[in-house]
T-cell receptor, first 116, second 114 residues
């Protein structure tokens, strides 16, 4: 079964608009972490934001915020005031413990295109 | 700055060859990971390691093995390369400090198996 699901293969948004990228996850571990990464065309993986399962508040990092809805098992990324440089692939990932080891799995990704 | 270094950016090998992909991190991280990235499939976990000589299978371990003899080095081995192992391979390491976690990636190795 897919542990991390990103249902939007591609999204097109006008510059300066806010955008929400969807991510749902599946785990029975009460302690887990959720990440978002950006991969521009250069291929590097850029860390954006992290949310721990016990964090009471939604994580924020500049223009990025994570809409964490634990009961629904969703961890959507919100980018406010989108910019042309936000065009990239975006990956959601989850960390859980497996036999005492940290295991990180990623979703299929969403390709975001910002139009001028 | 944390550095995760993958030994080759591009690699071309022949079917049946034994292939070693090397990854070194310089921050004493315990956890290290190998992924392959294919269009439409995202990053898929091949193997991960939480300490020297300790390893766990990821979601697609078939056709691969790993070695972690030293904490800073995590090697991915293709015992007998096949064309369906042509892919971008990404190595990563992570630290956990209280409620803060971060995953650091290498720049990737594009492997072509002919």
């Amino acid at each position: 079964a897919q542990k991390i699901t990103q249902t939007q293969p591609g999204m097109f948004v006008q510059e300066k608009e806010a955008v929400t990228l969807d991510c749902t996850y599946d785990t029975s571990d009460p302690s887990y972490g959720l990440f978002w990464y950006k991969q521009p065309s250069s291929g590097e993986m850029i860390f954006l934001i992290y949310q721990g399962s016990y964090d009471q508040q939604n994580a924020t990092e500049g223009r990025y915020s994570l809409n964490f809805q634990k009961a629904r098992k969703s961890a959507n990324l919100v980018i406010s005031a989108s910019q042309l440089g936000d065009s990239a692939m975006y990956f959601c990932a989850m960390r859980e413990l497996v036999r005492g080891a940290q295991k990180l799995v990623f979703g299929q990704g969403t390709r975001l295109t910002i139009n001028p | 700055d944390v550095k995760v270094t993958q030994s080759s950016r591009y690699l071309v090998k022949r079917t049946g060859e034994k292939v070693f992909l090397e990854c070194v991190q310089d921050m004493d991280h315990e956890n290290m990971f190998w992924y392959r990235q294919d269009p439409g499939l995202g990053l898929r976990l091949i193997y991960f390691s939480y300490d020297v000589k300790m390893k766990e299978k990821g979601d697609i371990p078939e056709g691969y093995s790993v070695s972690r003899e030293k904490k800073e080095r995590f090697s991915l081995i293709l015992e007998s390369a096949s064309t369906n192992q042509t892919s971008m391979y990404l190595c990563a390491s992570s630290f956990v400090q209280g409620t803060n976690e971060k995953l650091f990636f290498g720049s990737g190795t594009q492997l072509s198996v002919l």
